[in-house]
C-alpha cells in the first residue's frame, strides 16, 4: 500500500506540473502567433516530424508537451483504479482527467481547423484549467491512506460559512482566466496602453478599451475576494498548514500577477511579458482550486480513544 501510494502521489504531482506546463507553451503559441505553425492535425505540415522553423517548432513542442501531459494523467487513472476505487473521489476525478485530455485533444484540433476561432481558444483554456483542478482533486483525495475513516463538508458547506469565501475566489480566478482569453481573442489585449486608467480614463470609449477595462475592474474584485481568505488561513494556520500556505502563495501570486499586468502595459505588451502573465494566471488558479479542495474535501479524522471498558481498566 505505501509504495502504491507514493507512486500515485509522484505521478499525480507531475500531472499537475505537466498540465501547468502544457498551458504555459499555450500561452507562448499564442502570444509569438505561432498557432498556426502546424496549419493541420495530427500532423504538422503532413509530416510527422516537421521543418525547423521557429513558429513551427513552438507549436509542435506544444503538441508534444500535450503528449506527455496524456500520459501521465493516463497512468494517474491506472493507478487510481488499481488502488483507489474505494475511494471515490479518486476514482471519479482521475477518469474525467482522462476525458478531459481527450476533450482538449480534439479542441486542440478544432483551434488549428478553425484558424484560431476564438471561442475555440477560450474553451480550450478553459478544458486545460479544467483538467488542472481534477487533478488537484485526484492528489488531495488520495494523498491519504486512511480511506475507511474520512469525513466530508464538501456538499453541506459549499457555499456557506466563512470558508465559502476560497471557493468564491477561486471561481472569480477562473472567470477571470477566460475573460482574459475572450478579450485576447476578441483583439483588445493590446487596448489601453496606460495603467492603471485608459488613458486617464476609468470609462473609455470604444469597445476594445471597455473590454479591457472589465478585465482590470474583474481584477480588482477578484483581488478582493482573496483578501477574504487571509482569516480562513489565520484560523487554520495550525490545525492545517498546508491551505494557509495556499491561501499566502494565493496572495503573492496575485499581488505579483497585478504587477506583471502592468509591466505589460508599460513594455509595450512585449510577447514575454504577455506569457508569463498567462502563466502566472494558470499557478494562481492552482493555489486557489487547492486552498479549496484541501477545505472541502474528505481529509482524515482525527480518532478519538473510546473509554475503556472496566474489564480493560481492571
Known amino acids: 500500500m505505501v509504495r502504491s501510494l507514493l507512486a500515485f502521489r509522484i505521478v499525480v504531482v507531475a500531472a499537475i506540473v505537466a498540465a ?41 513542442s506544444h503538441r508534444l ?14 493507478l487510481a483504479w488499481l488502488h483507489y476505487r474505494e475511494n471515490r473521489m479518486v476514482l471519479v476525478s482521475a477518469l474525467l482527467g482522462v476525458a478531459l485530455v481527450v476533450v482538449a485533444a480534439v479542441l486542440g484540433g478544432i483551434t488549428v481547423l478553425t484558424e484560431l476561432a476564438w471561442w475555440v481558444i477560450v474553451l480550450h483554456l478553459g478544458i486545460a484549467e479544467a483538467l488542472i483542478a481534477v487533478l488537484i482533486v485526484a492528489a488531495v483525495a488520495g494523498w491519504s491512506t486512511n480511506d475507511a475513516d474520512r469525513r466530508s463538508t464538501f456538499v453541506g458547506s459549499l457555499i456557506r460559512g466563512q470558508a465559502a469565501i476560497t471557493v468564491y475566489a477561486a471561481i472569480g480566478v477562473f472567470a477571470l482566466i477566460l475573460f482574459g482569453a475572450y ?3 476578441y483583439g483588445a489585449g493590446p487596448a489601453c496602453g496606460t495603467w492603471p486608467l485608459c488613458r486617464g480614463s476609468v470609462f473609455p470609449g470604444g469597445t476594445a478599451d471597455a473590454l479591457q477595462m ?101
Open 20 to 60: 501547468f506546463g502544457q498551458v504555459t507553451l499555450g500561452g507562448v503559441v499564442r502570444v509569438t502567433e505561432s498557432g498556426l505553425g502546424c496549419p493541420d492535425w495530427p500532423l504538422c505540415h503532413g509530416q510527422l516530424i516537421p521543418p525547423a522553423e521557429a513558429a513551427t517548432l513552438i507549436e509542435y
Open 183 to 185: 478579450v485576447v481573442g
Open 65 to 78: 508537451s500535450a503528449s506527455a501531459l496524456s500520459v501521465f494523467v493516463v497512468a494517474v487513472a491506472v
Open 214 to 314: 472589465a478585465h482590470r475592474f474583474t481584477a480588482v474584485v477578484v483581488v478582493s475576494l482573496a483578501l477574504g481568505t487571509i482569516p480562513v488561513a489565520r484560523a487554520r494556520r495550525r490545525t492545517d498548514p498546508l491551505a494557509a500556505l495556499m491561501a499566502l502563495l494565493l496572495l503573492v501570486t496575485l499581488a505579483a500577477q497585478v504587477i506583471l499586468g502592468a509591466i505589460t502595459v508599460w513594455t509595450g505588451f512585449e510577447p514575454e511579458a504577455k506569457a508569463l502573465h498567462l502563466s502566472f494566471a494558470t499557478l494562481i488558479w492552482i493555489f486557489s482550486f487547492t486552498l479549496v479542495a484541501l477545505i472541502y474535501l474528505p481529509r482524515p479524522r482525527d480518532t478519538v480513544p473510546e473509554p475503556a471498558t472496566a474489564h480493560e481498566r481492571a
